[in-house]
């Protein structure tokens, strides 16, 4: 057998429709929470879903792997359901901790364009009696919103239910000021490449500390992401960022080990 050969062999199988459908079926994907911290009073803030699907087969697979094929689809739409009746549960846990934490999730182009997605996310609250303050709607800054999406009232219906929407992985991708006003944008998260090397950049250091004053003349906090150094978080402190998340804080949590880490950081403040 040639080396081609031994690797085609051992390549994974592409991921089928009939596997994901099956998936939600078994409730087989599983959410991790990585929490927001708050630089001027170094407590959580809030929590970031982070969705996995834990196959049987497979092993933790990653949702770059999976969220494109429940997309094409159509999936997305029983996937979008699933997403906010497991967080949303969840919430109420993490409420019996600290009933202040808020939930932060992912939504891609395509759940923004699903005709019930408002209503799902109202049907949700109400069978968990939550307030729509605690949900916070994550918009990628590398999905271009078009025109059907900005039009279709969605946003707006979000700022009426007094759900925020942030950008994520901001200063890669489409922003503008004039969507940053029409989006109605509550915060903008940092991208990490921009943190990874921030230490040792200059460039990197003004790029940040521009979005930073960018984000505050426009009226809304600011977050960075992937922070791993005290380094880091102090330079970050320093120059007025909000709020952070990374490793230096701590990784993504499944529910069982997310409380305790409340309790235990709500105890040492």
């Known amino acids: 057998m040639s080396f081609f050969e031994k690797i085609l062999r051992h390549r994974p199988k592409p991921i089928t429709v009939d596997e994901l459908r099956a ?4 409730e087989e994907f599983v959410f ?3 929490p927001e911290w708050d630089l001027k009073t170094n407590m959580t803030r809030g929590v970031e879903a982070l969705v996995r699907w834990e196959s049987p087969k ?3 697979v990653p949702p770059m792997s999976f969220i494109p094929i429940l997309e094409q689809s159509g999936l997305i739409h ?3 359901s699933y997403l906010f009746k497991h967080t949303l549960a969840d919430l109420v846990k993490i ?3 600290d009933p202040s934490l808020f939930l932060a999730v992912n939504l891609s182009i395509c759940q923004l364009q699903e005709k019930n997605l408002i209503q799902t996310i109202q049907d949700t609250l109400k069978e968990n009696n939550l307030d729509a303050k605690y949900l916070e709607c994550e918009l990628t800054e590398s999905q271009e919103l078009t025109d059907e999406v900005l039009s279709n009232g969605v946003l707006d219906q979000l700022a009426e239910l007094n759900i925020p929407v942030s950008i994520d992985d901001f200063g890669t991708g489409y922003s503008s000021f004039e969507r940053l006003k029409r989006l109605n944008v509550k915060k903008i998260k940092i991208d990490l490449s921009f943190i990874r090397t921030l230490m040792d950049d200059e460039k990197n250091q003004s ?4 979005i ?3 984000g505050h003349d426009l009226g809304f906090p600011v977050l960075a992401e992937g922070v791993e150094t005290t380094e880091q978080q102090e330079w970050l402190r320093d120059h007025g960022c909000d709020y952070a998340q990374g490793y230096w804080f701590s990784r993504g949590l499944p529910l069982d080990q997310l409380l305790p880490f ?3 950081n709500k105890k040492q403040n």
Do not use: M, P
């Open 78 to 80: 029983d996937f979008t």
């Open 58 to 60: 497979r092993g933790y």
């Open 95 to 97: 409420h019996t901790v």
């Open 23 to 26: 998936a939600l079926k078994r």
């Open 207 to 210: 790029i940040v500390s521009s």
């Open 32 to 34: 991790y929470y990585q």
């Open 212 to 214: 930073i004053q960018l």
């Open 262 to 264: 409340l309790e235990t």
